[in-house]
């Protein structure tokens, strides 16, 4: 889990070292789409050093914040949703593209799992938050 963090954060850092040349479209899509699988990363990260703790261990490396990580990711898609709705001329299109940006934050907000949740029922809730935003995202790429 630690080495994929790792990994996630090398590529992410060798992606900000490039100029970015996709399309206001492309960088919506691609952080409407990794933005809440990194915050997932790091909620896992957490609840993993959590476990470490209560058994009486001490965790490796820093705390994961998947608390920040949420409100950063919230913070860019947003940036990003504005500048892919600038280039959006359809109205359909436009209204659809923002039920995807409406599922993408409901997403995300949805991530930490609450206290007396059932494992399968999170994993259900979480797949289900997924499926919508891809469903989002169809319905836009139809629209547009």
Not at 62 to 84: H, T, V
Not at 100 to 127: C, F, T, W
């Amino acid at each position: 889990m630690k080495s994929l963090v790792a990994v996630l954060v090398l590529c992410a850092g060798i992606a900000h070292a490039q100029k970015d040349t996709r399309s206001p479209l492309e960088a919506y899509r691609g952080d409407s789409t990794f933005g809440p699988t990194i915050c997932e990363f790091k909620l896992k990260t957490a609840l993993a050093q959590a476990e470490i703790t209560r058994g009486g261990g001490t965790p490796v490396g820093e705390p994961a914040d998947y608390r920040g990580c949420i409100q950063e990711q919230k913070a860019a898609i947003q940036k990003s949703y504005e500048a892919a709705l600038a280039t959006v001329k359809k109205p359909a299109a436009r209204q659809a593209l923002k039920e995807h940006y409406i599922a993408v934050l409901s997403q995300l907000n949805g991530l930490p799992p609450a206290s007396d949740e059932i494992r399968i029922h999170y994993m259900k809730r979480q797949n289900d938050a997924k499926a919508k935003a891809e469903d989002m995202w169809t319905r836009f790429e139809v629209e547009n």
